[in-house]
């Protein structure tokens, strides 16, 4: 039988098959009880005296309020032990939900205004995830658009220094609606020069012109988002034509107010033109998902079937920076599960 029997039945199978994950915020994707554990180490906070109050302050009106809780929530991250614990827990949940693979953000920028330094931020940050040997994770540093081109080129430079610690890639995030990609054209080639794949956050709080921008002047390999490409529809032609990934997230987008309901994400639609779709829970602390959980949605609300799901997980294979051996290596290894 192809399709799941039941609810039950399906979230089974979801928890148990192997899974990638190219899209989630380290600092956004802290186990909830080790940042609850963390809030208790610098003495508490008034306004959530409950490990419940903590799940309601991840409630959101809308993209900004997102991202002052980002900050929010940073406070209690303030030394380097924290990374390296905030990081073990990490790795730990992502091998109990047996994702086998994952390309993660990190944004040192923000602690560094804080007297923290990028080299031992990654070196804590890799000490906590070799905790978990069942998983493989790569690193992505974030260069967050908030703080502007000239800050980005010095936080690039930063990021050369930190190659041994795993880290491949670049990506930009932040406030995509007042800072737009055109902003980052240099900084974008610098990277490439250094050997830095590229991805760009564009399509989630900004519309289609955010992510042509992100094509066009990035030369972005992979779109973090992209779900809003389904308003303009030359650009879903153009993405499926050259299978651009998008590194899509469901019901980030709807616990960010991006799309009001999960009916209303275009997963289903950009599945169906054919564009190159990754699933992904990019902040799960934050939204209260787990990858489970997404691609429930999707088979529940928008009738994807497993095999649909299996082709989906493998996409996020193909679309990783993996040496191509090692991806067949994986989408071998995970065939043989699925079945």
């Known amino acids: 039988m192809n399709e799941p029997t039941a609810p039950d039945d399906l979230r089974a199978w979801l928890a148990r098959i ?143 220094e930190v190659k041994q610690h795993g880290v491949i890639g670049i990506g930009i995030g932040g406030s995509e609606h007042k800072f737009p990609p055109e902003l980052f054209t240099a900084v974008y080639r610098e990277a490439r020069e250094m050997g830095f794949r590229t991805t760009a956050h564009a399509g989630e709080a900004a519309g289609p012109p955010s992510v042509w921008g992100a094509i066009r002047e990035l030369e972005a390999e992979r779109i973090g988002h992209g779900a809003r490409s389904i308003e303009d529809e030359s650009l879903v032609d153009y993405l499926a034509d050259h299978q651009i990934p998008l590194e899509l997230c469901p019901l980030s987008n709807i616990k960010t107010a991006v799309f009001g309901l999960i009916e209303n994400h275009p997963d289903r639609r950009l599945y169906d033109r054919g564009v190159l779709l990754t699933i992904n829970t990019d902040d799960p602390m934050m939204f209260g998902n787990s990858l489970g959980d997404d691609y429930a949605a999707l088979v529940e609300v928008h009738g994807f079937t497993r095999d649909e799901v299996k082709t989906l997980i493998l996409n996020g294979v193909q679309a990783s920076w993996l040496p191509s051996d090692r991806k067949e290596r994986f989408v071998e290894e995970f065939t043989a599960e699925f079945e």
């Open 18 to 160: 192997p899974k990638t994950e190219l899209h989630l915020h380290l600092e956004g994707a802290i186990p909830l009880d080790a940042m609850w554990e963390l809030i208790q180490k610098y003495g508490g906070d008034p306004t959530v005296p409950s490990h419940e109050a903590l799940v309601e302050r991840f409630n959101f009106r809308d993209f900004p309020h997102f991202l002052q809780m980002w900050i929010w929530k940073n406070r209690f991250l303030r030394e380097y032990e924290d990374f390296e614990y905030l990081s073990t827990a990490f790795a730990k949940d992502l091998v109990r939900q047996n994702i086998r693979y994952a390309e993660v953000f990190f944004s040192p920028v923000r602690f560094v205004d804080v007297g923290l330094q990028t080299p031992r931020l990654f070196e804590s940050i890799r000490n906590g995830l070799s905790s978990a040997p069942d998983v493989e994770v790569a690193l992505i540093g974030d260069l967050v658009r908030d703080y502007g081109p000239d800050r980005a080129m010095a936080t690039l430079k930063e990021f050369e």
